[in-house]
Nanobody, 124 residues
Framework: QVQLVESGGGLVQPGGSLRLSCVAS????????IGWFRQAPGKEREGVSC????????YYADSVAGRFTISRDNAKNTAYLQMNSLKVEDTAVYYC?????????????????WGQGTQVTVSS
C-alpha cells in the first residue's frame, strides 16, 4: 500500500518555525521526486518546493525562497520542509506528493501520490 503521511504542522506565531515531515511507506523514495504544496482556504493548491530524486536540484516558490528549506533522507524514507520566519500568509494545509521521476515539477498534475495534508496556522 502506497502511503505518504505528513506531520509537524501546528499553530505558530509570525516569525516562528516549523518542520514538516513526510514519511513514505509501501515504496522507497529513492526513485521519486518529491514536492511540497499548500492550499489556503478559497485558493488553489500551489507548489511550495520540490526536490529531485538525487537531492541536487531544488525549486522554491518566490513566496518562500530564503525562508523554507526542503530536504530528504532516503535512508529514513522521509522528506522534510523546514519553515522559518513564518508569515500569516503561510497559513494553509501543506501536502507532500511524489512522482516517479528524477526531476521535480511545481505543478500538482505532475504528482500521482499525495499525503493527507497537515495544517499550518501562523497567527499572533
Amino acid at each position: 500500500q502506497v502511503q505518504l503521511v505528513e506531520s509537524g504542522g501546528g499553530l505558530v506565531q509570525p516569525g516562528g518555525s516549523l518542520r514538516l515531515s513526510c514519511v513514505a511507506s509501501g515504496f522507497t523514495l529513492d526513485y521519486y521526486a518529491i514536492g511540497w504544496f499548500r492550499q489556503a482556504p478559497g485558493k488553489e493548491r500551489e507548489g511550495v518546493s520540490c526536490i529531485n530524486s538525487s537531492g541536487d536540484s531544488i525549486y522554491y516558490a518566490d513566496s518562500v525562497a530564503g525562508r523554507f528549506t526542503i530536504s530528504r533522507d532516503n535512508a529514513k524514507n522521509t522528506a522534510y520542509l523546514q519553515m522559518n520566519s513564518l508569515k500569516v500568509e503561510d497559513t494553509a494545509v501543506y501536502y507532500c506528493a511524489t512522482r516517479r521521476s528524477r526531476s521535480c515539477r511545481s505543478s500538482t498534475q505532475a504528482y500521482a501520490n499525495w499525503g493527507q495534508g497537515t495544517q499550518v496556522t501562523v497567527s499572533s
